[in-house]
């Protein structure tokens, strides 16, 4: 990292099923409470998984502006632009206050999936004999389809909106590989700023894996079934998990160069170390072998000049699934021996994009109290997952350090190492 700018946390945003905004997400890992809950954003009474880690208290019109913006943003836009809001209040920054050139936006996203109230009287229109009619159909597209409609589902467009809003007019990217997104989008900002490009970088990730036409498309195949009680689905490295549990949420940190942090005498929140990622490109294949994790700690251990014992812990992907819950525990296994590991998802769910982010303010929030958050639902260790999970309260006492991975069931794997501000 010799030559690099320091690159450091200042502000953090949430908007989680465990709460919006940081001390309400911490106040609910410090307590151990879930943020899984019957899904009532829509009649989910058709589906065979009616449960989700669903923001119950979401008003989209406390932050967004101008409210007519409503009209072209998603749900997952939506929370994106909210999240950017509260981690730019948490860093103390207001309008004016970064020169707009120096002042970027890099975001992670899905898949956007269009609501279906928006193309219902087209799809009527289309019916014709009990067949549906391309012809017709190609009509009232043109005629009943709102002209901006596609911008509500336009992946790019979280970071557009943000950008606009708080007039950062430095270098603007979008990220959309599935559930590494939101850790991609914080390299690359990282990677900005150390190239010199900007001196503050938005950076995050916003999904919605609770619509209902993402439900229907994804299917239930890998999701949990437990019937019991919805808050014990989630069970990441448990023997007895069955699967993942979708939620929602978004989550954006503010990072920026140290001398222009302590130049405006900001509130550090923790430091950007280093970050990697590489890919099996076998896995859509064959499986995945958590090859490309073991490779991507290894190159964060390496640009950072870590040790695996001077890891505080492991931010897990930790997605419930018994395959990939069991490659992922080898390869930190394997790399990193029995650091502590938390996974954060067995609060909320499953944020796709969101994930990554979300998971590491919940890292960021331990290293300033000194505490791992500890695993709901780890009851019953899985011989084939040899990973020392936090589980019954936060673990103190460990080096002020953290490594968050994510990855992909197609093969992507993203690391990134975060530490305590000294």
Known sequence: MSGKREVVITGVGVVSPIGIGGDAMWASLAAGISGIRLIDLFDASSLSVRFGGQIPDFDPKLYVRPRKSL????????????????????AGLVAGSVDPERFGVVFGGDMIYADLEDLESTYRRSIAGGSFDFRQWSEAIHEELHPLWLLKHLPNMTASHIAIAHDARGPNNSIVLGDVSGLLAIAEAMSVIQRGWADVMLTGGT????????????????????????????????????????????????????????????????????????????????GLTGSSLRQAIQAVLASTGLAPGDIGHVNAHGASTVEMDRAEAGAIAAELGNVPVTAPKSYFGHLGAASGTVELVASILGL???????????????????????????LARRPPTAVAVNLCSTGQAAAVAIAAEE
């Open 207 to 286: 999904a919605c894996r609770l619509h209902p036409t993402a439900l229907v498309a994804r299917g239930d195949a890998l999701l949990s079934h437990r019937t019991d009680d919805c808050r014990r689905a989630s069970r990441p490295f448990d023997l007895h998990r069955d699967g993942l549990v979708n939620g929602e949420g978004a989550g954006v940190l503010v990072i920026e160069a140290r001398e222009h942090a302590l130049a405006r005498q900001a509130r550090i929140r923790g430091r950007l170390l280093g970050a990697a990622s590489r890919c099996e490109s076998r896995a859509r294949r064959h």
């Open 368 to 394: 300033e109290r000194e505490l791992v958050p500890h695993t709901l639902n780890y009851e019953t260790p899985d011989p084939l997952c040899p990973v020392e999970v936090v589980r019954g309260e936060p």
């Open 71 to 90: 009209k072209v943003m998603s749900r997952e836009i939506q929370l994106g632009f909210a999240a950017a809001d509260l981690a730019m209040s948490d």
